[in-house]
């Protein structure tokens, strides 16, 4: 298995599968076709008055803003996002992130493979 | 189980548990404690002419640079590292971070929990 070291940059900005996102784009950082075998390292970036979809899954997100400011609403709750906070979201946790400044909003979200 | 919401600086950052390391610390931001049961979400620091141990072990690390600018030793061979550095190093390889310059090192290292 080979080391992967690339810049962010380098990987594509996608538009997510799911349904239900607005000016939100999706890297696949670090992917099992890496050799991941147990998380995904996944980078998204929202423009102003994007968002994600008010959603749950059975599966856990690990997250760490990059840059910019936004709203983290869980169980219905608006929080502040900014830069440098960490955020746990359990799994069934109904979640949706939010970028209502002007400035994109910048994390990652870190997911498990589940066999 | 609870949402985690802090900012990283709330978080304390400690000298690192394994020997070999020099002027480093490790924050410990998502881990078990918090309900993380597949993998844990840690920030390293590295000021100045600090390093982490050249060292070997059977589990992967995912890793971000969020700032600052350094040297990861993979097999031998020096890497330079920037911001904004995606970095897979699947197990058993062998691995060092090393920070030569005058910015303090900050990056993201993300672990499984093996059960």
């Not at 219905?76 to 069934?92: A, S």
């Amino acid at each position: 298995m080979q080391v992967k070291h690339v810049h962010y940059s380098t990987i594509e900005a996608k538009e997510p599968e799911e349904k239900g996102t607005k000016d939100t784009t999706i890297r696949w950082l670090i992917t099992k076709e890496d050799g991941a075998r147990n998380f995904a390292m996944r980078m998204f970036e929202i423009k102003e008055g994007g968002y994600t979809p008010y959603h749950r899954h059975d599966w856990e997100h690990e997250v760490f803003v990059l840059e910019g400011k936004g709203i983290l609403v869980v169980d219905g709750v608006e929080n502040e996002l900014n830069e440098g906070d960490v955020v746990f979201i359990p799994p069934n946790v109904p979640h949706q992130f939010k970028n209502p400044s002007k400035r994109n909003l910048r994390f990652l979200c870190l997911i498990p493979y589940k066999d």
